[in-house]
Every structure is written in C-alpha cells, then in structure tokens.
C-alpha cells in the first residue's frame, strides 16, 4: 500500500522556507519566544487546530532558568514590535511560550511530534559570506540566533500541520504537535511535561537536523544521552567590617570557596563516567568586607540518569552542610536539565521502514546515534515510556556550513521537505 | 590580735614533706589518683573530718578526659598493691578520686581551699643528679610524674588539716578542704563544681607553688586565666574499596581535612586574642580503602570565656556541616575546659594581709600573677562567684630545679610548712 | 615672641573658602585629580613657587590601585572640558597627579608639608537638604565625592602657600608643599616617597580635618594607624570543555577556592592583631567550561608594619603554593598599602605649643589621637624618620555634617582659616 | 610431534606438593622471604642452574614498600632458627630477596618464567576446618599467610626446573627462571627489571593459580591490568605552642589537610576510569602544639599506564604546591607500584596450544582473562614488550576453598603438575 500526500509539493516547500526565514531573522532565545509561539499558534489556529497556550502547556514550577521579569518583558515588547500576533501573545506573557496543537479523526493511538522554537543566546555572524547575511534574514536581534537549526524544526511543524489537515481523513486516532520553548540549557522539557500534555502520547516523534549527519542521510534514533543537572547556588551570610569586626561576618565567599573544593572531590562513580563543573563563583563586595553572598554557577552530569543523580545528591549534600558550617542561607535554583535515554526499538524500526520510502533520501542508517550530549526531550520520552508508551528522536541529515552554536551555522533548507514527508508519514501510518 | 596556731611546728613540717615524697614516689595522673585519693581520706578521717567521697563529690556526667576502663582498673589494681587504704578505696573506683573533708565550729561563713592531687603524663628523671632519685623518692610508676607541684599541694592540704583540727575552737564556721582529681589537661574541677559541693562556698582559695615565683615570695591573686575548651571530635563514615566501588565509601579522612582547613579559618575576633589548633588526626586503615573513621584532637582558647565559646561554637558549628556534607556521624568528646577570671579584689587583700605576717616570706607583692594559662580551678573560682562569694588564686614561690612539666622539675620542701601557715590563717581570720 | 602673619585675613579666608569648593564641585578620584592637580599647581606658579610635577614627584613603579588607561583618559578629557589648567594639564597625563612646591630663603632645616586631594569614589548626597547642593557646590562628577575633607585639605594648602610667600622673610631654610594623589585606598604616598621627593625632609606634618574632634578642638599627633597591604590575585590557567575534556583544564577557579581557605587559615600571631579578608572573588565563563581565570581581592592588616608584613608573606607564599598546585600563572597587583607608625614626640609639642596660640582653637589635646584605621601618610612618616628625622600627623577638629565617607559629609569650613594658621606658624617657627 | 617429557610423575607431584606445603607453613611476607628464597636457591643449585642471587636481581634503589631495618632483621633472624640454608641465607640480607636461574642449551631465544613467592601479611584461619591446619601445614609466622596461592607458584617453579634439568637436551637457547618478593602491594617486580636481569628475555610467561577460574580450566593470557602507584607523602614543619606562639609553627597537618582536599578535586579524566584514594593521614602530636609531622598514604589508579601517570602527575604537583603553601619539606616514598598492559596474542596462541594437549586440562579459553586489578608482572611484560620480545600472563584454574586473600583460602593441589606439565611444554617448543 502506497501512502499518497496531499499537498506535499513546491509551494509548501517555498512556505516553509519562507516561515524558518521569519524565525531566524526574528532569533528568539529561550523563554521569549513570544513572536515566534504567536506565529506558530496563528497558522495552527488558521489551519484549524485545536490549540492549547501558554500556561495550559508549560507548567510555571517546572520551568528552570527562566529570564528575569524585567528581561521577559522587554522581549516581550520587541516581540510585539516585531509583528507578533496580538490575539495569541498575551498568552505567552510571562514566559509561558508554549504552544500544543490537537487533531482528531477516526479511533486509534494519539501520537506526539516535538519541535523546539528557540535560539541561541549569542550574536549571528554579520560576514558578508554568511548566507543569511546575503540573502537578507540574519538575525536582527541582539544575543539571539538560530545557531541550532530550531528554526527548521519549527518550519517543518508548521509544514506537517498543513499537509495532516489536508489528510485529515487518513489519520486514525489524535495527533499532537507539540512546539516547545527553552530546549537550550535544557530547560523547557520539564515544564511541558509537568503541564500533563504528554500524559495521553502513544508515540513520540522528536526530529533534529544536522548533527554531524549529512543531507540525504538520516538516523531512526539515538542513545548516548547525558544526564544532566545545572543549577545555581546561592549563599548568603552577613557582612561586617574585614577589619574591625570580622567576628560578626558570616562569610559566604569563604562557604562557597569550602563547597567549591568538596564539589570537585565528590568520589568517582564505578558504574559510568560522571562530571561535575562549577563554571562561575562570584563572591563579595567591597575589599575590607567580610562577603555575604556568593553564587555558584554549576552541572553535573553522569552517563546514566542515575549517575547524574547520584552527582546531584552528593553535590546538594555538601552545599546543605557548608551552609549549616558557614551559618548561611542556601537558595538552589534549578536551571537546566536532561536524562538520559535510548529511543525505542519498535519505532525506530518504523522510522527506518518510512524513510526508505522517501527517495530524496539516500541512506537511512539502521542505528541510532550516540548522541554523547544533553537534550531536554529526554524528559518527555522518558513520560511517554514510563506510561508504557514509544519513543524516537530522529536525525534528519543536513550540510551544514560551520558547526552548532557557531556565528556562521546554516543548514540546507532543502532538507526541510524531506523532514516533512518522514513526519507525516509517520503520523499517518503510525 | 595576734594569731597563735597549735601545731605548726618541726614535727608537722617533718610530716608533710613525708607525705609529699609518697605522694611523689607513687604518682598517679588524673583519675587514677586511688592510691593518693585513698591516703587523703585516711588520714582526714583519721583527724576527725566528715568526709564526702568519690561520686558524692565528682559528677559523673561533667567528668572530661577520663581514660578507659581497661586503663582505671589497671590503675585501681596498682593502688591496691602500692598499699592503699582499702577501706576508702573502693569509693573512688571507676575514675571518682575526689575528696571533700568538712570541718564546723560555732557561726560564720564557709570557707573552702582546693587541693589537686594529679601528676602529669610523663617519666621523671632518672638522672643521678635528680633529688628525688638521689633520695629514694622519685616516681616508681611508668607515665606518671609529679612534675608540677601537686604532690606538694597535697602535702600542704593535710598538714592544714591537722592544724585545723588542733585549733578547732578558733574557727567560726565551716571549712571544706577540696581534693581534686585530673587538674593537668584542665578535666577535673568541672566534676567537682557539677557535684554541688561549692555551693555553699563563701570564700574559696586555691594556691599553687612555684611559676616562676622564688621562695620566700608570694603574690595574693592572679588574673589572665585564658579560657580553653579541650575536646575530640570523630566522625564515623562509611568503608569501601576505592579503586571497586568508590561512590560507596563515605570518606571520613576526607571529612576530617575539610573541616581542618575550616576551624583553622574561624574569623579573628576583635575584642580579644582567640586561638584553635588540631593537634592531632588520625585517620584510615588500608591505603584501598576509603577511610571510616578519623579523629581530631582540638583545642580552643579566648582572652575570656566568651571569647573561647565564641571560637568553640563556630569549631562545633563547621564539624556539625561537614558532618552533614559528608554524611557522616559526628561525636564531640570533652576532654577538658577552663575558664577564664579574676581573683577578687578583697580576697587578694586579705591574702597579703595574713602573708604579710609571716616572717619566713620575705616579700608579699600586692598585685595578682598574670596566668596566661588555664588552670581549672577557674571552673570553682566562677561557681563561688556567681553565687556572690569570693575568691582568689594564691603563688606561694618557690625555688625550682627545672621548669614545671619538665622530667628534672623539684621544688624547695622548705616552702610546705609556710603554705599551711598562710591557708591556717585565712581560714582562722576570715 | 609674638609671631605676625602677614596676609591672614578674610581675604584669604574668602579665597580658601571658595578653592575648597571649587575642588568639591569638581571631585576627582585617586590619580583623576587632573584639574585639580592643574589648578594646584597653577596657583602656586604665579605665587612664585619652584614646582616639581607629575613623574618628577609620583614614581611609576610605585604607584598603586591605578585605574586601567581608558578610565584615565575619560577623566583627562572630563578635566580639560571643566576648565583645568591646559599648561600643567600633560604633566599629569597619565596619572601622575602630585605636585610638590619649593620655597627656600636662608638656612635651616627642610620642612615638609602634606595634602591629599582625592575624592571618595562614590556618589554625593542630592538632598536639598544637603548644604553643598544648597550652596550649589555639590560634586557634578558621577562617582566621585569629597566625603572626607581632602578638598580642606588642598584649600588650606593654597591658603598655606599664600601666607609663607607674604611671610617669606621669616622663612629659615626650605619649605615643602606635597599634593598628594590617592590616599583613598591607600594608593599614592609610596610612588610620592619613592620619587625621592621627602628624601631632605627633617619635619613633616600632615593634617586631617575632622576624624570625630569637634571644631575648635585639635590633636598634636596620632597614633594606631594599622598597616595594611592591599592586593589583588589573578590567577591564570586554561579552559576546557567540562563534560568533554576535564583532564584539560588547568582549573583557576578551584585554585582561587583552596587558596581563599588557606588565607583564612593563616596562624594568628602573638604579639598583636592581625587581620586578612577576601573581600571578592570573580572567576569563570560558562557553566560547563573549567574556569581559566580567577581574581581574588585581598587585604591583609596588621597592629605593626611587622603583624601586617607577616600576614602578607604567609598570603603570597599561599598563593604561590596554590599557583603551583593547579598549574596557574599568578600574577599580584598591589592595590594599596600603608604602615603602621607613631608621630614624635618633638612634633607633637611644637603642634601643642603653636596651636595653643591660636585664639579661635579652644582646646588642644596632648594626647595623640588613637586612629585604629590606616593612613597612607605613614609611608611618608617612616620615610622622614629612618633619615633622622621626625613627623607628626595632626588632627584639626570640624563639625561635621555626617561622618565620614557617607553621602551626606561636609565639615565646617569656619575651620580652614585655623588650618593654615596653624601650619603657617610650624612652618616660621620649626 | 608429540613432547616426550622425562620425570614428569607421581614422585615429582609430591615433592610439589611438600615444596608448596613447606613455604606456606613458613609463610614470609614481601622482601623477608628469606627462609623461602634460601630453599629456592638451594634446590636450583643441587639441580646444576646457573644462579644470580640478592642484589644481583633486586636492584636497591628500585625497591618499594621495603619494611625498616629492625622489622627485616627480625625476619632474617626468623628464617635462620626456621632452618634457612645458611649458604645462601647471606645474599638476601636487607631484603633482596630474589633469585634467578638460568639454564642454557644449544642456540635459540630466551625464554623467562615468573614465579612470586611472598605471603600476604595476614593471620591464617585457626579453624579446625581449615585444611591446612587439618594436615599441619598452616602458617606458623604472624601476619603471614599464604592466601593467594604463591606458594603454590613457587612450587612449581621448582618442579619446572627439575624437568628442565631432566630434558635439558630438548632446549634449543636460554631459560630464565625468575623467583620474585614482594608481589603483595606491588612492590617487587620493579626492582628485577631494574636489575637488567630480563634485558635478554624473548618471551616472558607468568602463570597465576585460581583468580575464579575452576580447576581443570586455563586461560591463556589476561588484559585489563589497572596501573597503579602507591606512596607515602610526608610532610615535615615546625612545632610551635599553639597557645604561646602560633605564628612560629609551620602546620604539617594542615598542609595535609589542604592537599587531600585538592588530591580528591584531580579533574576526572576524559579517556577512562582513574582512581585516587588516601587511605591515611596521621598527623600530630599534643593536642596544643601544632603539627610538624603528617604522612599520607595514597594511590592512584587508571585504566592505563597513561591515565594512572596523568592521576599521579596530578597529586605530586599538588603535593608540591601545598608543601610552597605551607613550607614543609615533602617526601614522596614509592611503597608499589603496577602498570596496564595486555598478553601477546603469539604466545597466548602458544599457551593455547599447548594447553590444549593436556588431557587433564579439561577447558581452555581461548580468550584472557579480564583482570580489573594490579599485578606488577606488568612491570616485566612492559620491559620485554619495550625490547620487542613478547609475554603473556597465563591462569590455571583451581578449586578454591575461600576468596584469595581471605584467612580461609586454600587450592586444589592437583592442580600444580598440571603448571609444571603447562609451563615445561611452553619452554621446550617455544
């Protein structure tokens, strides 16, 4: 039985070019992406989905290492500067940039396809070389761009949301699509789980352009995910004059600098490689003030999501005791995270089966990909699985012209179709 | 008015010598002193005294530094051979070598001296050119050595008891003569004090021989006691091989150096000198195994006892969190304590009043020594004055043959009969 | 004798009264006086004075806590458009702020004045309750505030200067008016001593207005000035990707955490206070790079130049162990100092004995002040008294407004006119 | 080509197994086996070997972990009244407790065999159930065992050399048979190569009873050898009265403090597991003084000979930084040490082969073993390999009656002819 698609054709292929445009010249970092989230409910909206916004999908405790108000809302009035959709943006206030969009027909299992909409917190480059430069949809905003290829993910999101309305009669059971906020630092996952929309996913699709991978050339699905737990510490003591009262001071500097070198020497893990960093301290006031507040900006990581919690534990278990020896309050903030994970057998054996179908795909890879780094979707196919569900995440290849997280990264928008294809594909016979 | 004491005579300074060189020959350190302890009660009950003994003057719960058990029967079952009164004996056994003796007549106030009877942990000289090994009384007993002077305070202690006696009529009141065990390493007067029996102390004297102070010389008092806290602190963790299973040890070596680093870290206090030192720490077994168990012997001093709390409840605070950091038990052993204070004014007055009348001193000064130690004693002299009494810390000089605590340490025995005849005055004036 | 000072009239007292204000609008911070430097030595050109300024007074070397060269040029650019003094102006470029003023006539001995000019780095009050603001002479310089008299300090100079040229005549041997930069921090008088420019100096006084003495009151000398040393650490190592290659990094912020627990830990010291503080600790980028850099601020202090030099020589031999442990380069940059020291005795009578002449000066003390904060005129004290001769540091009293580094200060400038009586008369008579 | 070997029968099984009972009622722990050395070299020599003894095949210098001059003489002392061949008893003196035999006929390569012959320093199992006491040849030496099976090697080192002796005229070149100490803590093998006594060896064999192989069963070879470094660090300071004169100590114990802290913080490493572990501190002396003596004792371990230098690398820097900090004198002593390495694949074939021709072995792996452990047979294999000669490490099963090193251990006897059959056959075909 061959799988016939409405739609899929060069319109949808220059809409779709056109839509990662918009979002690229438009780089939103994690937490803001207020016009992008508009943007994409508005043509879900249109399409006829139904749609869940803002703080119905990311639930306010479980989001980590979200900007400050001041920050958010600032962003929030470049968004609606930029052309955000007035009617959905209020929504996102806050930082709840979420969006789930719903279709039901006929009886069967309800599938979810995740796509991550931020970007980068660092500057594009501006080279005249540089291919967004010269075509005209380089990042305008400051500390934003889309070094990651989320852009595309999001592109194709919206893609596969037309061609599934214009197939609406061949799906059989719900679909959701699920356009996530924050996927750098690996922190917003965790709040779209905690929000309940995974709770009913049957199948879980995530997709990654890239990563090493060429165009043509795709894997069904990855291992190797690093657990992962950032977080910042925070002391606080009480200040006194250095010299003419030190008694009185409750130093924070010196707890931070006890809890720093008893962090480092948490043992070694016999079960798997673990890591534990603290990227920053900062610490202090004035020279002849004892300090009394310092923060620590720290991860841990272990190859397992136990070990990484074993890390975790050890690393809160000394910053407990230091502040009870340093007489200090101690405030720990959750900033990031991940698990670790493997993607199932059942459907990356599906994703195989439809990708070899596509024949602008050259080479589908029977394996996953050891991934050996962090994503947020871990959280989410983790619930799928622990509710007795499935789940992939896929690479679809793509030439890139200088590696993720650089000034000069862009990927092949040709790419762009072929994911939309695999993903409806997957929808429709799943 | 002229003071006449009964029985100060050649006779009585013959005894107390002797008593001195037996109390030398078979020295005891603090909390075995059954032998010396045993003696003392003979021969004040012998005299007449109503007697207090063992646990009814030494609390059990406030003792500090006493050795184990293994090590007090050890010692119990040498006083028995080196012939000590088995009658009082047993009332000392397990480490209780207090003696209070009580004498009354007619109204007035209550009047205490304090005694210590201990010798310290170290051999005597057994140089040729020593005195006590030229005349046959050196110390017979290993570890154990009168190398400051209790022996001599002891000695002075019942020579006054029997001039007491002999002049009973003239006391108005009451008199308690206070033995004490374990004044080296400051762990006994604290006992004696939580047992009740100064409580009713109106005027309390202590006196000491020698510290640098000729013969011949005396001053009324001293002050610049430092206080000290002197305890262990062991933390209990958890073994495991380190190169098999690393994450399973809970490392109390580890445990131990962090709070090193910290307790030598407590911030400088303004008001006044403060000290802490580790003198020691043991920890681990085999060089593969992530150590279970260490322990720190710690020390604290302050200008004043506030000083010193100050220092030893940040010491406890840092053990107590790096305990936690560490998932360790954490047990404080107090091995010893003084405080610091003040001889009273009006004490001091009176000291040099009645020294002053005695012809064999050649000069009285009118200030107090300047300790710049601690001396247990300071535990009694706080209790007394907090309940509104006086007190003060005699130095009767003497001449020495090394210094206190060395292994050739001798003072001049002529020095005895006049310590009895300044206490028999305060006690018979006061 | 009756000296008469020629010129001491309202007149001057008009003129000091608006140079101190001058120099308050314009606040300029430690080695920024440009314009205040420019009019000093402006003023005392055309009174005739032989000037010696900018690196032939303030050595290169010697010179710490020097802002880096973009905020000195901002502030030599601030100076030129508010009006300084273009001719003397590039003398001082670059932070070489000090002027030294000569005047010789006859024989005799070479006395020394001193002067500091600097502003507090900090903002003044804007209340219109705030004399200065009210009398439109509040600082228009951001950061940049006379809160603690230096600007007295320079106005009395000037009104000094005027005096002893009018009283030339009386003048036996060789005068010295040292403006100094930086004294805030501790910063400017050591690269003064070490031009050579006190090098003939036999009488130096320096003078401070206020320091909790009321007006009318004033104290021949002080005494107590800690020593301090002021440094800062960098320590420099190399990055590495935590999770990638931890074995890569040379970890700069781990080397600055065990070193901030060892300056901690330096021993207290017998003879006198000691003190040390970290008073902040910069270090590390990115949450999962190992830290390549890692800057301590560090003060250490001390009873005497002895307490405070050992605390220093225990901090660098730390620090230099630590570099060495972890593979950094270290680098130390003196941020400040200054020594301990006492004035003499001579100073002190001569400072009694004319201020005592002074009838607006109600009481002189004999008593030096007991400063118990530290001074960099000390550098200059000790200077002058290892060559054989002697100096005193005078209090001169002044109601003031609100203490001292505080928003709100302002002194009594009915005081000034007193100030330069009171030099004039040292500088005729000594 | 069958091998015919003469003497290998009943009457030589015996004397095996009364060889191999004999050294373990004897049990001498490394570098005091003198008593076993002087029967190994007695044996060889009434065979006809060539021998090189003591500090000819222990190099001094390159011993570690050698136990102080009184603990050797006592030993030697021992092994004289426990009937040590007087002849050669001399050589070993001081601990060079080795023994090499050589064996020359017609022209071909060298081929070296390894036996180790110390005892671990343990008490054996009194238990009445426990062969060795049962048949009365337990250990009568204190805290000597043999409870890992090296008396059992040793055995059949002498049971080679007999049928070496008897079928000498089948050698085509050189065998070396090489009697090591000090296997225990991988202290010994270091010193032999260090002597130069392999410098010549074309193929090296070891061969280990037990190690959970069953007996009847070999494998040919084994990888996964940890490399490891075991020292002592010891840091020398200065004393001082905590109390009087804290200023003047140069604190051995916080020294140490400081750098296990920092020994625990080395960065983990990217390229495998790696160890370190201070398995003790012991420092200080009386609780008031402070510290001027603590020794540490360490080790390090990696996957690889690379990964355990980069571990050691690490510590002996942080050793020297912390020794800078704290002005100690440090001492680093080797007390053992191991390396990685891997069998050749050529003589595991051979062993295989070999192996496989005994009827009474009934399996033979063709795979190594995997050790996850230390042996310092590695030592040698390194040299060999480094001289392009090629070594393996052999395991032959035994029957074990308790875990090596546990009080309890014994093996199947039956299973020594069987290494001699192994071990003839090796050296007469390869």
Not at 296 to 314: C, K
Not at 389 to 399: E, H, M, R, V
Not at 418 to 425: I, T
Request: aromatic share 6%.
């Amino acid at each position: 039985m061959t799988l016939k698609l409405e739609g899929l054709n060069n319109e949808l292929e220059n809409k779709i070019i056109n839509y990662r445009r918009d979002f690229h010249k438009y780089a939103e970092s994690g937490w803001t992406e207020f016009r992008t989230a508009s943007k994409v409910a508005e043509t879900l909206d249109d399409l006829g989905f139904d749609l869940q916004l803002g703080q119905e999908v990311v639930d306010q405790e479980a989001r980590m290492g979200v900007p400050d108000q001041e920050e958010l809302a600032k962003h929030y009035q470049r968004a609606k500067e930029q052309g955000a959709s007035q009617k959905y943006l209020k929504e996102f206030k806050g930082g709840f940039t979420g969006v789930v969009a719903t279709l039901k027909n006929g009886e069967g299992p309800t599938i979810g396809f995740r796509f991550d909409m931020d970007a980068v917190e660092m500057n594009e480059s501006s080279s005249k070389e540089h291919r967004p430069v010269k075509e005209g949809f380089a990042s305008i905003n400051e500390n934003a761009a889309h070094a990651c290829g989320h852009d595309g993910h999001t592109a194709i999101g919206l893609g596969l949301a037309e061609i599934l309305m214009k197939n609406k009669s061949k799906i059989n059971g719900k679909i959701k699509l699920i356009f996530q906020p924050a996927e750098e630092g690996v922190r917003g996952a965790k709040s779209i789980v905690a929000s309940g929309v995974l709770n009913d996913i049957d199948y879980l699709y995530g997709l990654h352009l890239g990563l090493g991978v060429e165009s043509g050339k795709a894997h069904p699905g990855a291992t190797g995910f690093l657990a992962t737990s950032k977080f910042d510490a925070i002391f606080t003591g009480q200040p006194a004059h250095a010299g003419g009262n030190p008694e009185k001071g409750k130093n924070s500097l010196l707890a931070a600098a006890t809890a720093v070198n008893n962090l480092y020497g948490i043992a070694r893990h016999s079960q798997g490689p673990t890591r534990i960093n603290v990227g920053q301290l900062n610490a202090g006031t004035g020279r002849n003030v004892i300090p009394d507040r310092a923060r620590l900006v720290i991860e841990t990581r272990g190859a397992t999501s136990e070990l990484n919690q074993y890390m975790y534990d050890q690393a809160i278990n000394i910053l407990e005791g230091t502040a009870h020896s340093f007489q200090q309050d101690l405030n720990i903030i959750a900033m990031g995270g991940a698990k670790s994970g493997e993607s199932d057998k059942e459907l990356m054996d599906k994703v195989f089966q439809e990708a070899s179908k596509i024949t602008e795909l050259e080479h589908i890879y029977e394996k996953p990909v050891n991934m050996g780094g962090s994503e947020d979707f871990t959280y989410m196919l983790d619930k799928v699985q622990k509710n007795g569900g499935k789940g992939t995440f896929a690479i679809l290849g793509s030439d890139i012209a200088s590696g993720h997280h650089t000034a000069e990264f862009d990927f092949n928008e040709k790419d762009l179709i072929n994911g939309v294809n695999l993903l409806a594909r997957l929808a429709l016979t799943s």
